[in-house]
């Protein structure tokens, strides 16, 4: 399996998006099977976000397209994962 | 079939309001233009009372007039400060996260509160006027007099300053008894002031 199989991204949120809502819409998106959502600093209007997305083969694109549906901003990707074996 | 589609409706409403806070807003414009709508449609009665009008029909006529002018003003003047209040708030959100928001859940939540508070504030005072006026729709349904309708009307009217009061009340969780006399106080003094001023 050659496909992505962790992506780390760093978002912004808006403050008053339901995050349980972005993380329940981002484990629909294709070749996802688990999401987690760290909250890592809140500010007035947005939170800044650690959002963890994994599965055999995630596509970036419908992750992508599912946080810009939401109204979330992706800042940058920190962190991508492929291969037999998660390194790290 | 139908219960899906309603249950996910009423899902949809939880998520934009908790996006955009407007069940608050909603509650507020429903207490506040219920009772302006009420009162007006009072006045309008208390007037025609005083008057002795005695046709049915032109005190409908006049009342549903009425009931349709505060509706409307209710309906265009919420749309337009609310969708500026919401489009002020956007461009800040927008701002915040270095992007446009167009055709995002953000967005569409805010539309939808700005239509919504839009209905419930054209709609509210509608609905108040009518069931006030409606001892004179059904006077011939209920066979009562012109007197009996007016007075049902203000029975009616001062019923619904109560209740409006006790939502109130309930929704500040403070004392809904104090708060429903609160709002029937107002418009007793309301009925007081029109019968001086009318009484000369």
Excluded: W
Aim: net charge neutral.
């Amino acid at each position: 399996m050659s496909g992505i199989r962790r992506l780390v991204l760093d978002v912004l949120i808006p403050i008053n998006l339901p995050t349980t809502q972005l993380a329940a819409n981002l484990a629909k998106a294709y070749g996802v099977e688990g999401v987690d959502i760290l909250i890592q600093e809140v500010e007035r209007k947005v939170e800044t976000a650690k959002i963890t997305v994994e599965g055999d083969n995630v596509d970036f694109d419908a992750v992508k397209a599912v946080l810009d549906e939401a109204g979330a901003s992706l800042q940058s990707m920190d962190r991508v994962s492929c291969g037999k074996r998660i390194v790290g | 079939m139908i219960a899906a589609l309603l249950k996910k409706e009423f899902k949809r409403f939880h998520y934009y309001d908790a996006i955009t806070g407007m069940s608050k807003i909603l509650r507020r414009y429903f207490v506040m233009n219920s009772f302006d709508g009420a009162l007006t449609t009072f006045g309008i009665l208390l007037g025609s009372f005083i008057a002795q009008v005695q046709d049915p029909v032109l005190i409908i006529h006049i009342g549903v007039g009425a009931a349709i002018a505060v509706g409307f003003s209710g309906l265009t003047g919420a749309l337009l400060t609310e969708r500026a209040e919401r489009t002020r708030e956007l461009q800040a959100m927008e701002k915040a996260l270095h992007r446009k928001l167009e055709h995002t859940d953000y967005k569409k939540a805010y539309d939808f509160a700005s239509f919504t508070a839009a209905l419930v504030d054209g709609i509210s005072p509608l609905v108040a006027s009518l069931v006030l006026l409606s001892p004179f729709f059904l006077m011939d349904f209920l066979a009562i007099d012109i007197s009996s309708a007016y007075f049902s009307s203000f029975g009616l009217a001062l019923t619904a300053f109560f209740a409006l009061g006790v939502f109130l009340g309930k929704v500040s969780k403070e004392s809904m008894l104090a708060t429903g006399f609160k709002l029937l106080l107002a418009g007793v003094l309301c009925m007081v002031v029109i019968f001086i001023v009318e009484g000369f």
